[in-house]
């Protein structure tokens, strides 16, 4: 199989700037819509809440464990076979499935049905990212691949920010299951175009020639991994920032909702009446005000991340842990300011300033990652760090904050969900603390 994927490489025509642009920008809509429909339950969980009666223990586990499921364990074998196959094929295959599970949203009756459609987003997304980092990485040499994988992890911020401005607007003209239905549909169109633009690129052809592509079983990749420390020690420092980043995700618009309900329509009176109606309820001023957060502070941040990691990663290996560590523990004194904040507006410039930082650390590890392994495991060994990553930060992070909402309601009534969010900002102490600790080892642990 590896001699007929260099065969058909060679033989195909060269990789100009311009085509590697395009393969990028491609990755970067695809990877849009990965989070478009992943994080669209955020802005759509008031009204879903309210229409099928769900508990805020209920709203966390379809939004989160309900995708992590299928996502988590479903990565490993299709990454597996990402090694071995056409990696653009499995993409395309990936999209469709999760961009018509989430049009099936559209029509569940309870929470059950709605439990079972998350599930099956996650099935194809399963297939959405990891062979996508080892397709970067054969368009992209070595001293380009942190900015590379920052510009594709654009479409987290872009995606989740669409997912809750379009969630948000759909919503209030024509109800959370046309939103669901109209974003799915969309996902369907994108798929035939990136089948038919993006080639299959030869593996490793921008690595050492000593570099190898035969393929290997998944064994041998967890055997190459067992004695990479550092490889251990940022997947769980990148999981324990991901269980706020993406309970932030699915909890902030709510939390804007309750606590800021009465505040926001003033914060938006400058906009034209066509985006604002004057029916808006609170739901399409929070998506707007949380997806300019989204998006704004998230582009930022993942580009110095990766601008950071390009410029300092080649004369010192450990830049790329400390890089993220530095920037996590910066979160940690913005946090008490935004959510113990009565003030919109400082709630709005703390939490951009939060979501800048919060993203730094993709470009630095997201790189390191695919320089910690040989070119014929990338995939798998990316999916292996996505298990970790998402299995704990999806699985985890919006039932964690869930369940302490719940629980602190008694008390705190409406506002329960502003001190659950706050408590949250031990897991980027713990995250710091981890990326800290692996920093030295990523010299020894570099391949090549």
């Known amino acids: 199989m ?12 060269p990789i100009t700037d311009g085509y590697r642009a395009w393969v990028l920008f491609i990755l970067v809509v695809v990877y849009t819509f990965n989070f478009i429909d992943r994080q669209i339950v955020g802005i759509l969980a008031v009204p879903i809440k309210a229409d099928l009666n769900l508990s805020d223990t209920q709203l966390s586990l379809m939004g989160g464990l309900a995708f992590a499921l299928f996502y988590t364990f479903l990565g490993i074998p299709i990454a597996w076979l990402a090694d071995r196959k056409s ?36 099935i194809g997304e399963a297939g959405g990212v990891a062979p996508a980092y080892s397709l970067i990485s054969d368009y992209f040499p070595p001293n380009q691949r942190a900015r ?16 809750i401005i379009l969630g948000g607007i759909l919503t209030n003209m024509i109800g959370w299951r046309a939103a669901f239905i109209i974003v799915g549909l969309m996902g369907l169109v994108i798929a035939p175009i990136f089948r ?27 055997r190459t991994l067992i004695r990479k420390k550092s490889f251990w020690g ?69 580009w110095l991340g990766g601008w950071l990691a390009d410029r300092y990663g080649a004369r010192q290996k450990g830049a790329y842990a400390i890089i993220p560590a530095v920037a996590f523990l910066a979160t940690i004194p913005l946090f008490i300011i935004g959510v113990l904040s009565n003030t919109l ?22 790189s390191a990652f695919q320089h910690l392994v040989q070119p014929n495991m990338r995939a798998t060994a990316s999916a ?18 869930g369940v302490l909402s719940d629980s602190l309601a008694v008390r705190f009534a409406e506002e329960s969900l502003r001190y659950a969010i706050l408590s949250g900002t031990v897991f980027y102490l713990i995250a710091a603390t981890l990326f800290m600790i692996t920093a030295p080892r990523l010299k020894h642990d570099w391949e090549g």
């Open 2 to 13: 590896t001699a007929i994927n260099k065969s058909s490489s060679e033989s195909a025509p």
């Open 345 to 366: 507006v400082l709630t709005f410039f703390t939490f951009l300033f939060i979501q800048a930082l919060s993203l730094v650390w993709l470009g630095p590890v997201l």
């Open 384 to 401: 292996i760090f996505l298990f970790i990553n998402n299995l704990i930060g999806i699985g985890l992070g919006n039932l964690a904050i």
């Open 87 to 122: 990696r653009t094929w499995i993409m395309t295959a990936a999209l469709v499935i999760w961009s018509a599970m989430t049009a099936v949203c559209g029509f569940t009756q309870n929470f059950l049905q709605l439990f079972l459609a998350r599930l099956g987003v996650g």
């Open 148 to 163: 590379a994988l920052s510009i594709y992890s654009f479409g987290i911020p872009i995606g989740s920010a669409i997912g």
């Open 234 to 302: 940022m997947s769980i420092g990148a999981a324990s920032s991901s269980m706020m980043g993406y309970g932030l995700i699915f909890w902030l618009p709510s939390f804007f909702v309750r606590s800021f309900g009465d505040a926001l329509p003033g914060f938006f009176s400058w906009m034209p009446p066509f985006l604002v109606p004057p029916d808006a309820g609170p739901l399409l001023y929070a998506s707007y005000f949380y997806g300019t957060i989204l998006l704004v502070g998230g582009i930022a941040g993942i």
């Open 196 to 222: 038919l633009t993006v080639r299959e690129p030869k593996r490793g052809q921008y690595d050492p020639a000593s570099a190898s592509v035969e393929p290997v079983s998944i064994r041998v990749v967890f």
